[in-house]
């Protein structure tokens, strides 16, 4: 049921994870967060998993309060 | 029983401070930023809160800037010693607390050049004396808001305004007024702010931090420490952005719970009415203590242009006796000496003996204040 239905959004560390998921909370983007899938990063921490029809609305949010995206990926 | 040693500090605290907590350790407990169960995730936003607490109350537009640590004390050491090189010259006042003059006297031995701007005896500063001191090789002005010894308040907006036109760092140590005077990093032009939330932020020890400007050169500053930060974990290398890089190791995340409560407990009080109360308590104060024969009170002795603080003494009594007998006799807990501030007692004239010190709060009430003063007006009859 999961296929072809999620991106997650890579971030640099949890807290900016965190700051991520209120800020598209606010901009009415679902999204949970998630234990880094191990082929998208080797990194210990968490990314964003949202709905792919939000990706560019979310790259969007993100951008506007100048965070950086570390990448988005179709899982 | 009547608690004068705010300055140092705060207590009481805020009941939403200890139920924060006590839930972090008995519901949360995990370890913030390393793992992504729900108990992680839940730590993590804690500790994010507790950053977005602290930005809101000093205005700072970006929360990821807010680096936090122990205390006051390694941020100011994080700033100062993780920004400046040898060759590059700082200018401080005569009003500074050790955590800043200790780590410049020992970047001075490492060939950082300093200029100490001397204040005034009541512990102000004008402007002119720093932008007189500026050189070609100046990078940096670091600044005590408001002394620790006599709440002298600094003219940090000022300051601030001269260093945005020379091209400086403005680095300010709020320890004092932050929670209970307006600090404003955007208004008052501040690059660095280190805070602690154990004063009248109204958090527990351990919990402290620096705020980081948009014009600071991170790439520039240097951690105190590196270690796991629980991101870029494939890299042997410190990673090179805020505030993970100056973040390693475990944080106290059941502190940064309880400053986070502290804070929104401030921010729901309002900064604007805990400073009305606090200037009524120390006008009180600074006249009940100015009408007894054989004190002396030091400072501006005006309560718009100080904190809470207050300093004096009793001619023909050590400062240590002061204190003790204020305790012993009347319940009545202050600090007395040098209140690690050298510079400012040289200044003000109480060095080495120091002052007896009443650091107040906004849990303080005028009743405290006028039992305080009787109590001294009976300690100075003795001699006087």
Redesign the interface.
């Known amino acids: 049921m999961y296929r072809d239905r999620y991106a997650v959004i890579l971030m640099h560390s949890t807290s900016h994870a965190i700051r991520a998921e209120k800020l598209l909370y606010q901009a009415g983007i679902e999204s949970k967060l998630i234990p880094a899938p191990r082929h998208l990063s080797s990194d210990c921490g968490v990314c964003l998993r949202i709905e792919r029809a939000d990706v560019e609305q979310a790259r969007k949010t993100l951008e506007d309060s100048r965070m950086e995206i570390e990448g988005v990926h179709e899982i | 029983m009547i608690y004068f040693d705010n300055a140092a500090t705060s207590w009481p605290k805020p009941p939403a401070v200890l139920e924060a907590m006590a839930h972090f350790l008995n519901e949360t407990g995990a370890n913030?930023?390393?793992?992504?169960h729900r108990r992680a995730?839940a730590s993590?936003?804690i500790?994010?809160e507790a950053?977005e607490a602290v930005a809101t109350l000093f205005n700072a537009p970006?929360?990821?800037r807010v680096v936090f640590g122990p205390n006051v004390t390694e941020a100011l050491n994080l700033a100062l010693a993780g920004y400046l090189r040898a060759g590059d010259h700082v200018i401080t006042s005569s009003m500074e607390h050790n955590s800043v003059m200790r780590p410049l006297r020992a970047l001075e031995q490492a060939g950082v050049k300093l200029t100490v701007v001397p204040c005034s005896p009541a512990g102000f500063l004008d402007p002119a004396g720093v932008e007189a001191a500026i050189r070609p090789n100046t990078i940096m002005v670091a600044l005590n808001h408001a002394s620790n010894v006599t709440g002298s308040i600094l003219p940090v907006a000022e300051v601030g305004r001269i260093c945005r036109q020379r091209d400086l760092l403005l680095l300010v140590d709020a320890a004092q007024p932050g929670g209970a005077y307006p600090v404003d990093v955007q208004a008052d032009r501040i690059d660095l702010l280190a805070f602690t939330g154990h004063k009248a932020l109204c958090g527990p020890m351990g919990t402290g931090g620096l705020i980081v400007g948009d014009r600071v050169d991170v790439a520039r500053l240097r951690p105190l420490k590196r270690g796991g930060?629980?991101?870029?974990?494939?890299l042997e290398e410190q990673?090179d952005?805020l505030?993970?890089m100056c973040e390693s190791g475990t944080p106290n995340a059941v502190g940064l719970a309880g400053l986070a409560a502290g804070v929104q407990w401030v921010l729901e009080q309002g900064v604007a009415a805990i400073r009305a109360h606090e200037v009524e308590l120390t006008r009180r104060l600074i006249g009940g203590l100015q009408s007894i024969p054989g004190v002396t009170v030091y400072g501006g002795l005006d309560p718009e242009r100080q904190t809470a603080t207050v300093s004096f003494n009793v001619a023909g009594k050590a400062p240590s006796e002061v204190g003790l007998r204020l305790d012993d006799e009347y319940g009545i807990m202050c600090r007395v000496g040098l209140h690690c501030a050298p510079a400012a007692h040289k200044t003000i004239g109480t060095f080495p003996d120091g002052t007896v010190r009443f650091g107040l709060s906004t849990f303080n009430t005028l009743d405290e204040v006028d039992a305080a003063v009787q109590a001294v007006a009976k300690l100075a009859q003795e001699v006087n």
């Open positions: 913030p930023g390393r793992a992504a995730i993590g936003r500790v994010y950053r970006d929360p990821l930060t629980g991101s870029n974990s494939e990673p952005f505030p993970d």
